[in-house]
Every structure is written in structure tokens, then in C-alpha cells.
């Protein structure tokens, strides 16, 4: 009988600590929200705009700093560099005139 005792105590124990972690996990609040679909599919749209603004404002801000290097060593005129350049320029004004 007291081994029935143990082992009830120790279930109880389990399903206390179970509940708990489920608690914290949030486990209700991701149910209701795979319930409501309109509400998921808001917040998918929602993060999917931050993410792709995220995106844009980080390519814009490495693409500024890798125009500004290009310009210092453009002005710095090292020969292998600056003709590299030169070439790029060259290619994007016949691509400009043809169109």
C-alpha cells in the first residue's frame, strides 16, 4: 500500500511540474491563436513587413559604406583599383547609352 502512496506522490509531483512548464511555455495562448486564423495570419503580415523593412534598411546602409569605400580608394588612384573602377564606370554608361 505505501508503494501505491510513493508512486501517487511522485505522479502527483510530475503533473504539477508538467503543468508548470506547460504554463510557461504558453501553451493556451499559442492554441488560441492556431484557432483564430485571422489573428495569426496578422501577425505573420506584421512580421513579415518588419523583417522585409529590416531587410531594406540593412542593404541600404551596406551598400552606403561599400560606396564610400569605393570612393576613398577611388581617390586614393591605385592602379590596379582605380582602373577596376574606371571599367565599371565605362560599362555602366554604354549599358545607360544603349537603353
Known amino acids: 500500500m505505501e ?3 510513493k508512486i501517487l506522490c511522485l505522479l502527483e509531483e510530475r503533473v504539477k511540474e508538467l ?5 510557461k511555455m504558453k501553451l493556451a495562448e499559442y492554441v488560441d491563436m492556431l484557432e483564430n486564423p485571422y489573428k495569426l495570419l496578422y501577425i505573420n503580415f506584421v512580421s513579415g513587413i518588419a523583417r522585409g523593412l529590416g531587410i531594406a534598411v540593412g542593404f541600404a546602409i551596406l551598400g552606403a559604406i ?3 569605400i569605393l570612393q576613398r580608394l577611388a581617390a586614393q588612384n591605385l592602379p590596379l583599383i582605380g582602373n577596376f ?3 565599371l564606370v565605362k560599362i555602366v554608361q ?3 547609352g544603349t537603353k
Not at 503543468?19 to 504554463?23: F, L, Y
Open 19 to 23: 503543468a508548470i512548464n506547460m504554463e
Open 85 to 87: 573602377i574606371a571599367d
Open 66 to 68: 561599400i560606396v564610400l
Open 3 to 5: 508503494k501505491k502512496d
Open 94 to 96: 554604354m549599358q545607360l
